[in-house]
């Protein structure tokens, strides 16, 4: 089992894009969504894909569990995701000595852009970049889980661009 630790922020600008090092497009849903786990599958540039068992949300640290699945699994349960399947482009950009992962959406979130960083430990203080604005750690209504699955419960939508 490994752990992730991450804290996520909005992006204020565009000048994080001239120091991009990797693009991908990635297709994600659903499978399972409960308050604290979910079941999602992630396909990758229409090539790979992957489910991931997530577990728990106190603080920046949750369980996480990947596995690798044929791609034609991987595109068969995107199909039969719950609510919304999230369409969006990540850019790998290094600052710091860190990697920030930045979130492009597409479809039904255009406009959104987030930009998460994976540390080691709890307690890391990574320096920010000044394209990063408001930091939304913790904030469901920035998790990929709840703009997927937020439609389908019952619970209005909150507008997360601001």
């Known amino acids: 089992m490994a752990k ?3 804290r ?6 565009d000048a994080w894009k001239q120091h991009v090092s990797k693009a991908s497009e990635f297709l994600q849903g659903y499978i399972i969504s409960a308050e604290d786990r979910s079941l999602r599958v992630r396909v990758k540039d229409r090539k790979t894909a992957t489910l991931t068992i997530k577990i728990g949300h106190v ?3 949750r369980d996480e569990f990947e596995y690798d699945v044929p791609i034609a699994d991987g595109l068969e349960l995107i199909d039969k ?3 919304i399947v999230i369409a969006k482009t990540r850019y790998n950009v290094e600052y710091g000595g860190y990697l920030w992962e930045v979130d492009v959406f597409d479809g039904d979130h255009a406009g ?6 994976e540390l080691d430990c709890v ?4 320096p920010l970049p000044p394209w990063i604005g408001r930091e939304v750690t913790g904030d469901r209504h920035y998790s990929n889980q709840w703009l997927a699955t937020s439609g389908t419960s019952g619970e209005k939508r909150k507008c997360p661009t601001g």
């Open 4 to 6: 992730e630790i991450e």
């Open 8 to 13: 996520k922020f909005l992006v204020r600008n």
């Open 59 to 61: 603080g920046l640290s």
């Open 81 to 83: 995701a719950q609510g």
């Open 112 to 117: 959104l852009v987030v930009a998460e960083v």
């Open 123 to 126: 307690s890391d203080d990574p």
